[in-house]
T-cell receptor, first 116, second 112 residues
């Protein structure tokens, strides 16, 4: 069965610190997709990034970067020079395609608080 | 601008009432999903649909029901609301396996 583990339930940092959110996944599929979503206090889920299993290149988007390592089944997310607006719950997810439903399997989320 | 819409955004109702949470998307996606999210943050899949006239129960048992008569519309109904139904309900759609979900803004339901 596919599974996503976000071991960090809550993280608290001071503004301008760097912070890494961990994500470890389990799957038997050779083709799969990984995602990160952000959920600010307003409640909506915002898509951040998608990565497929054949693309292990790290990605950087502004202050955000993602490190995908198939050898350790990890897809970690780093925020550089964190800001108060980064405070949110962050979810890692894995694409599951059993029977064509194309469900996403989510981790339990990591709540990040950035203090001024 | 959102392509998937949920109404109402907030709802407070009494026990025993019947309610329908609306979800509509304008992207023509076949796959649609309902998630329940408790204050503990975890997202639980309660229903999904492959397309018109197709609905399936999700991983978490729910007393709610869904219908999919039109591609763009995937409403969720609770026949008799209870305080245990108090939660946030998130609707999502998906273009394909290599794309993520697009989520609506959610409905925060409180049953008193």
């Amino acid at each position: 069965a596919q599974k996503v583990t976000q071991a960090q339930t809550e993280i608290s940092v001071v503004e301008k610190e760097d912070v890494t959110l961990d994500c470890v996944y389990e799957t038997r599929d050779t083709t799969y997709y990984l995602f990160w979503y952000k959920q600010p206090p307003s409640g909506e889920l915002v898509f951040l990034i998608r990565r497929n299993s054949f693309d292990e290149q790290n990605e950087i988007s502004g202050r955000y970067s993602w490190n995908f390592q198939k050898s350790t089944s990890s897809f970690n997310f780093t925020i550089t020079a964190s800001q108060v607006v980064d405070s949110a719950v962050y979810f890692c997810a894995l694409s599951e395609d059993q029977g064509g439903s194309e469900k996403l399997v989510f981790g339990k989320g990591t709540k990040l608080t950035v203090n001024p | 601008e959102a392509d998937i819409y949920q109404t109402p955004r907030y709802l407070v109702i009494g026990t025993g009432k019947k309610i329908t949470l609306e979800c509509s998307q304008t992207m023509g996606h076949d796959k649609m999903y309902w998630y329940q999210q408790d204050p503990g943050m975890e997202l639980h899949l309660i229903h999904y649909s492959y397309g018109v006239n197709s609905t399936e129960k999700g991983d978490l048992s729910s007393e709610s029901t869904v219908s999919r008569i039109r591609t763009e519309h995937f409403p969720l109904t609770l026949e008799s609301a209870r305080p245990s139904h108090t939660s946030q309900y998130l609707c999502a759609s998906r273009r394909g396996v290599d794309y993520g979900y697009t989520f609506g803004s959610g409905t925060r339901l409180t049953v008193v």
